[in-house]
């Protein structure tokens, strides 16, 4: 299973931005999805999941701000970013849950005025 993200770039703090990242090739059925983050200096967190049937579950620190959600005819995870601030500036990773856990390349968010 491959990861393809896009859709990061450069905002201004209060500014807004959707991620997606993209499964493909031995696809039979993913169950959760989801993006974590990692800032210079820090580790890898947990941003947000999504099971198949469309339960979510946030980190307290996007709630509120971020939501996750899935096509899951195009094995597809999203995540709409509103209200961003500069603590938000990191590089996201989407994964995919099918047995094991794969990961996208990465795709780096950087808020800054």
């Known amino acids: 299973v491959q990861l393809q993200a896009s859709g990061g770039g450069l905002v201004q703090p209060g500014g807004s931005l959707r991620l997606s990242c993209a499964a493909s090739?031995?696809?039979?059925?993913?169950?959760?999805m989801g993006w974590y983050r990692q800032a210079p200096g820090k580790q890898r967190e947990f941003v947000a999941r999504?099971?198949?049937?469309?339960?979510?579950y946030y980190a307290d620190s996007v709630k509120g701000r971020f939501t996750i959600s899935r096509d899951n005819a195009k094995n597809t995870v999203y995540l709409q970013m509103n209200s961003l601030k500069p603590e938000d500036t990191a590089v996201y990773y989407c994964?995919?849950?099918?047995?094991?856990?794969?990961w996208g390349q990465g795709t780096q968010v950087t808020v800054s005025s």
């Open positions: 999504i099971s198949r049937d469309g339960n979510t």
């Open positions: 994964y995919a849950q099918q047995g094991y856990i794969y």
């Open positions: 090739g031995s696809i039979f059925s993913i169950n959760n």
